[in-house]
């Protein structure tokens, strides 16, 4: 039976395997395990395996998840990546540490209002929608610089880069396209703002090309956890 650490040893080497095909540093990638409807249980066990970073997409969720395990887990790495409303983004400001998500200026305020201040700046990466599709959250090209011109004045907010969740689909040619525009708006911001350093893009289906492309973050869920359970 393959257990939870060995699809987090098989996500490592692919991810190993992607950076050297385009000369790039495993060690540059961080793996994302997307951990949304799995039990706390499943949580430890991959924690045990040594990963640290998990992201929640369900705000209620996810807050039930890191009060459950912040006393034993404390260093667990705690990375909102789903849709927010307004009225809740206090529970991001409170419990988590990077919020992948954010593409309105009222949002980036309220998060950093709600910030605790004994706890370190809220992680942010503005999301895009990089394939323009009308059922996507996420801003549109040019209104990246506007909103991260916003983020980069509030103190209680550290903008990190951009996240993406491009077209579903296993045209390598498509992927290649929306990876490399993601790719060209990253190097701008970066040219504006030297301390971004997060690509947060590719999944299972796309790691491979979202490596390519200098992607930082990949996140993956079913290929570690199995397949979700919906209610």
């Known amino acids: 039976m393959t257990t939870i650490a060995d699809r987090i040893s098989i996500a490592q080497s692919q991810i190993a395997q992607a950076a050297q095909n385009c000369s790039r540093n495993s060690e540059d990638v961080t793996l994302l395990a997307v951990s949304k409807t ?3 249980s499943a ?3 991959a924690y045990q395996a040594g990963q640290r970073c998990f992201g929640e997409n369900y705000v209620q969720e996810g807050e039930e998840k890191v009060l459950a395990l912040k ?3 404390c260093d667990i790495e705690w990375h909102f990546i789903g849709p927010l409303q307004s009225n809740k983004s ?3 400001a409170e419990h988590f540490d990077w919020m992948h998500t954010l593409s309105r200026e ?3 305020k309220r998060l950093n209002e709600q910030r605790p201040t004994d706890k370190a700046p809220l992680q942010v990466c ?3 929608n990089i394939s323009e599709e009308s059922s996507k959250s996420g801003v549109i090209a040019t209104e990246v610089s506007p909103l991260a011109k916003v983020i980069s004045s509030l103190p209680n907010l550290t903008l990190r880069g951009l996240m993406a969740i491009p077209t579903a689909t296993s045209d390598i040619a498509l992927q290649r396209q929306e990876f490399a525009k993601l790719q060209q708006l990253f190097t701008q911001l ?3 703002y030297p301390d971004i350093d997060t690509l947060s893009m590719g999944m299972s289906n796309d790691l ?3 490596i390519e492309h200098g992607s930082t973050m990949v996140r993956i869920g079913t290929a570690i956890f199995g397949a979700r359970d919906y209610p």
Request: proline share 4%.
């Open 38 to 40: 799995k039990p706390i």
């Open 43 to 45: 949580i430890v066990e």
């Open 71 to 73: 006393d034993d887990y």
């Open 90 to 92: 206090r529970i991001i």
């Open 106 to 108: 009222k949002i980036a």
């Open 126 to 128: 503005i999301q895009v």
């Open 190 to 192: 970066k040219s504006q």
């Open 208 to 210: 491979g090309v979202a």
